[in-house]
């Protein structure tokens, strides 16, 4: 099993920063991937950014120029780094992973609790 614990949620101002935090612990041999993904009441979730071993990074057009996904390998970590923020940034931001739990396992997909975001004036 692994864990994810994100933080770094809350409420700002529609042209203001946020940075959000997720680390993951248990058992981990090797992390695939990691990312965030975003959700608002009624609609799918959607990617707002990955990034894979090799610091290869895919981001949702909305948020392109804006955001910045980053990882600090040693710590299982990764960050989403929200500047300009808009309204229709609002959502419950979801942190993912895709591991190995031992040589040679298939991948496994975990996600964590969710943080709010809300962008509102």
């Known amino acids: 099993q692994v864990q994810l614990v994100e933080s770094g949620g809350g409420l700002v101002l529609p042209g203001e920063s946020l940075r959000l935090s997720c680390a993951a612990s248990g058992s981990i041999f090797r992390i695939k991937a990691m990312g965030w993904y975003r959700q608002v009441p009624g609609k799918q979730r959607e990617l707002v950014a990955t990034?894979?071993?090799?610091?290869?990074?895919n981001y949702a057009t909305s948020v392109e120029g804006r955001f910045t996904i980053s990882r600090d390998n040693n710590e299982n970590t990764v960050y989403l780094q929200m500047n300009s923020l808009k309204p229709e940034d609002t959502a419950v931001y979801y942190c993912?992973?895709?591991?190995?739990?031992?040589?040679?396992?298939?991948?496994?997909?975990?996600w964590g609790q969710g943080t709010q975001v809300t962008v509102s004036s």
């Open positions: 990034e894979a071993p090799g610091g290869s990074t």
């Open positions: 993912y992973t895709l591991v190995q739990h031992s040589p040679g396992s298939r991948d496994y997909a975990y």
